[in-house]
């Protein structure tokens, strides 16, 4: 009865790993999970005040699919953030990033259409593609290149291609492309008939001196045609908010539109009305800052720490919260009287024998390593990196 649409799609390994560490968790089991993409710092009171009181001004009716002052909110941060100008007609509210990147994808890809999807990537991805009958194709990176793609990737592999996904700060890598590194993707695109997907859903939480770059804003040929995709989840601790929008041509937005009314309608209203806080209180942007510091420091202090794991070696992370650390060294080994031959193995040891979750790298596209989060408190990543260095002594 299922269609070959659904059959062919995987279940999201991290949603299933969380899913997993948290039933331990019910049981009783002590588990340190370094394994779910979501900040662990509350929604700042300042979004969650004017939620409410939209509540109780009796804003819980259909709303516009998108609530002008938002749109109008989201266009002045695009101007003044990131350098883009855009009308309130090229900006789609959606539930959440992933939706709007859903409904981009059915928007565009026809049976057959390939899309190109750097590696490491999202493990939603190339399901998404999947999921509108399109052909995902992976373009490999390496830790020794950064797990960064080049120009000269994006011009071999876009002959018939019609889609490239580019997603800086990196799920799950950690990885953030410098403005130089982007502006020469851009102009390889530039020279292919390719139109970009830009996920910067992590864009204010980048580290060091290497700031975000809003992909479409890099030349004014690309801004027609990229689709720039955000929300709110990650930067304000919005996850169950869900909330994200997409900014691009506005013949590609009012597809996205058209999807959604018959599929969802209009996002939450009264969320929306916290959303509008998030980008006009000054007090949500100095809880970023907050945030991104400690985010900062977690981070840092989680790649130290694995690189005096004897056979681990992970990489700074520059933005998001993830550290994806090699950890192949381990394979062909009996660890905690596990037999470990892939990171898919290598994550039910830690979990059954240490008692850690984390999510394997197979997921997503990279079986040598392991994605952990620092999304987390200090005392909880030390706790749990003492375990996997005891279990891997």
Same mark, same amino acid.
């Given at each position: 009865?299922l269609s070959q649409r659904v059959r062919s799609v995987s279940a999201s390994a991290t949603v299933?790993?969380?899913?997993?560490?948290?039933?331990?968790?019910?049981?009783?089991?002590?588990?340190?999970?370094?394994?779910?993409?979501?900040?662990?710092?509350?929604?700042?009171?300042?979004?969650?005040?004017?939620?409410?009181?939209?509540?109780?001004?009796?804003?819980?009716?259909?709303?516009?699919?998108?609530?002008?002052?938002?749109?109008?909110?989201?266009?002045?941060?695009?101007?003044?953030?990131?350098?883009?100008?855009v009308t309130t007609d090229q900006i789609v509210v959606t539930f959440g990033g992933k939706h709007?990147? /859903?409904?981009?994808?059915?928007?565009?890809?026809?049976?057959?259409?390939?899309?190109?999807? $750097?590696?490491?990537?999202?493990?939603?991805?190339?399901?998404?593609?999947?999921?509108?009958?399109?052909?995902?194709?992976?373009?490999?990176?390496?830790?020794?290149?950064?797990?960064?793609?080049?120009?000269?990737?994006?011009?071999?592999?876009?002959?018939?291609?019609?889609?490239?996904?580019?997603?800086?700060?990196?799920? $799950?890598?950690?990885?953030?492309?410098?403005?130089?590194?982007?502006?020469?993707?851009?102009?390889?695109?530039?020279?292919?008939?390719?139109?970009?997907?830009?996920?910067?859903? /992590?864009?204010?939480?980048?580290?060091?001196?290497?700031? $975000?770059?809003?992909?479409?804003?890099?030349?004014?040929?690309?801004?027609?045609?990229?689709?720039?995709?955000?929300?709110?989840?990650?930067?304000?601790?919005?996850?169950?908010?869900?909330?994200?929008?997409?900014?691009?041509?506005?013949?590609?937005?009012?597809?996205?539109?058209?999807?959604?009314?018959?599929?969802?309608?209009?996002?939450?209203?009264? %969320?929306?009305?916290?959303?509008?806080? %998030?980008?006009t209180d000054p007090r949500a942007a100095d809880a970023v800052v907050v945030m991104r510091n400690?985010? %900062?420091?977690?981070?840092?202090?989680?790649?130290?720490?694995?690189?005096?794991?004897?056979?681990?070696?992970?990489?700074?992370?520059?933005?998001?919260?993830?550290?994806?650390?090699?950890?192949?060294?381990?394979?062909?080994?009996?660890?905690?009287?596990?037999?470990?031959?892939?990171?898919?193995?290598?994550?039910?040891?830690?979990?059954?024998?240490?008692?850690?979750?984390?999510?394997?790298?197979?997921?997503?596209?990279?079986?040598?390593?392991?994605?952990?989060?620092?999304?987390?408190?200090?005392?909880?990543?030390?706790?749990?990196?003492?375990?996997?260095?005891?279990?891997?002594?």
């Amino acid at each position: 009865m299922l269609s070959q649409r659904v059959r062919s799609v995987s279940a999201s390994a991290t949603v299933a790993i969380t899913t997993r560490a948290k039933q331990l968790q019910a049981d009783g089991i002590d588990v340190i999970s370094l394994a779910a993409g979501e900040p662990d710092f509350d929604t700042p009171q300042c979004i969650k005040d004017a939620a409410k009181a939209a509540l109780d001004a009796g804003d819980t009716k259909y709303n516009p699919r998108c609530g002008k002052a938002l749109l109008e909110a989201i266009a002045a941060k695009l101007r003044d953030e990131n350098g883009l100008s855009v009308t309130t007609d090229q900006i789609v509210v959606t539930f959440g990033g992933k939706h709007a990147l /859903y409904d981009a994808f059915q928007a565009t890809i026809d049976p057959g259409d390939r899309v190109l999807i $750097p590696a490491p990537y999202w493990v939603s991805y190339p399901e998404m593609v999947r999921l509108a009958a399109g052909e995902p194709v992976v373009l490999p990176t390496t830790a020794a290149g950064g797990f960064k793609i080049t120009p000269k990737q994006v011009l071999d592999a876009a002959e018939g291609a019609k889609v490239l996904v580019i997603n800086s700060p990196s799920n $799950p890598s950690g990885v953030t492309y410098t403005r130089q590194e982007l502006h020469a993707i851009g102009q390889a695109v530039l020279k292919t008939n390719l139109f970009v997907f830009s996920d910067e859903i /992590y864009e204010k939480l980048t580290y060091g001196d290497i700031g $975000p770059t809003c992909f479409a804003s890099l030349d004014p040929a690309l801004a027609e045609r990229t689709l720039t995709v955000n929300g709110l989840a990650k930067t304000f601790s919005m996850t169950g908010w869900r909330l994200g929008w997409a900014a691009g041509p506005a013949k590609l937005v009012a597809a996205i539109r058209k999807i959604m009314s018959h599929e969802t309608t209009n996002p939450v209203s009264f %969320a929306q009305a916290g959303a509008l806080a %998030a980008y006009t209180d000054p007090r949500a942007a100095d809880a970023v800052v907050v945030m991104r510091n400690e985010f %900062a420091r977690r981070g840092k202090h989680m790649a130290d720490r694995l690189n005096t794991i004897d056979g681990v070696n992970c990489i700074q992370p520059t933005g998001a919260f993830y550290c994806f650390p090699d950890v192949s060294s381990h394979y062909g080994r009996t660890i905690g009287g596990a037999e470990v031959a892939d990171s898919l193995s290598f994550a039910a040891a830690a979990l059954d024998q240490a008692n850690v979750a984390l999510v394997p790298g197979v997921a997503f596209g990279d079986d040598n390593c392991v994605r952990l989060s620092f999304a987390t408190s200090m005392e909880q990543i030390d706790k749990g990196i003492d375990r996997l260095q005891k279990l891997l002594a």
